[in-house]
C-alpha cells in the first residue's frame, strides 16, 4: 500500500523566512500529488497539484513544489512566510485509478510576526 | 455554488448511541469520500463512491456505513458510537477519480 512521509511535524519561523516542507511516498507508478493547507478553525484548500509536465509546479499565495521521481519526492516550498501562512499542510498521494487520496501526517506551520 | 456542505458542524454523543452525518454537493461530481482527522496522523479515508449506487471501503471503515443516497448526497453513520470514533470527519468530492478533491466544512464529534 502507499504511504506518505512528511517529515516534519512542527515548525516554526519568523516572518520572511524561507520555507520548505518534505514529503516522500511509496507509490512507484504514475501518482498524482498535491498539497492541501488547513487554516485554524477552516476546512482543506488545495494549495497546488501536479499530474505531469513541469515537475515545478506553482499555486497559490507563492507557494511551489517540485516533483523529484528520482527520489519519491513533492517538497512544498515558499520564498518568504507571512504571518498569515500558519496553518497545517497536508502532502497527499491519489492512488491509481481510484481516486483515492493518502495523505500524511501534515506540518503545523506556526508563523511568528 | 456552496461547493460541498456537511451536517451537523459539531456533535456530542455517549457511547452506544447512533447518529447520521449528512454531506451533500452541489458540483455534479461524481465520487464522494468520507475521511477522518485524527492529530498526527492526517486524514485517513474511511469510505468512498465512486459514482452514484456503487461504494467501497478506505483504510479505516469499521464501525462505520455509508449511504449514496443520490448523486449530491453521501452519508456517514455510525451504528454504535465509541470514544476512538472521536475525531473530526470530513466529507470531499470531486467530479472524476483522475480530479481534485473538493473538501466541507467538517464535523467535529466527541464520543464520551
Known amino acids: 500500500a502507499q504511504s506518505v512521509s512528511q517529515h516534519n511535524h512542527h515548525v516554526i519561523l519568523s516572518e520572511a523566512a524561507s520555507l520548505e516542507l518534505g514529503c516522500n511516498y511509496s507509490?512507484?507508478?504514475?501518482?498524482?500529488l498535491f498539497w492541501y493547507v488547513q487554516y485554524p478553525g477552516q476546512h482543506l484548500q488545495l494549495l497546488l497539484k501536479?499530474?505531469?509536465?513541469?515537475?515545478l509546479v506553482k499555486g497559490i499565495k507563492g507557494f511551489e513544489a517540485e516533483f523529484i521521481k528520482s527520489k519519491f519526492s513533492f517538497n512544498l516550498r515558499k520564498p518568504s512566510v507571512q504571518w498569515s501562512d500558519t496553518a497545517e499542510y497536508f502532502c497527499?498521494?491519489?492512488?491509481?485509478?481510484?481516486?483515492?487520496?493518502?495523505f500524511g501526517q501534515g506540518t503545523t506551520l506556526q508563523v511568528k510576526p | 455554488n456552496a461547493g460541498v456542505t456537511q451536517t451537523p458542524k459539531f456533535q456530542v454523543l455517549k457511547t452506544g448511541q447512533s447518529m447520521t452525518l449528512q454531506c451533500a454537493q452541489d458540483?455534479?461530481?461524481?465520487?464522494m469520500y468520507w475521511y477522518r482527522q485524527d492529530p498526527g496522523m492526517g486524514l485517513r479515508l474511511i469510505y468512498y463512491s465512486a459514482s452514484e449506487g456503487t461504494t467501497d471501503k478506505g483504510e479505516v471503515p469499521n464501525g462505520y456505513n455509508v449511504s449514496r443516497l443520490n448523486k449530491r448526497e453521501f452519508s456517514l453513520r455510525l451504528e454504535s458510537a465509541a470514544p476512538s470514533q472521536t475525531s473530526v470527519y470530513f466529507c470531499?468530492?470531486?467530479?472524476?477519480?483522475?480530479?481534485?478533491?473538493?473538501f466541507g466544512p467538517g464535523t467535529r464529534l466527541t464520543v464520551l
Open positions: 501536479y499530474f505531469s509536465g513541469d515537475p
Open positions: 507509490y512507484g507508478g504514475t501518482v498524482n
Open positions: 497527499a498521494v491519489k492512488e491509481g485509478n481510484t481516486g483515492k487520496l493518502i
Open positions: 458540483m455534479n461530481h461524481n465520487s
Open positions: 470531499a468530492s470531486t467530479r472524476g477519480l483522475t480530479d481534485t478533491q473538493y
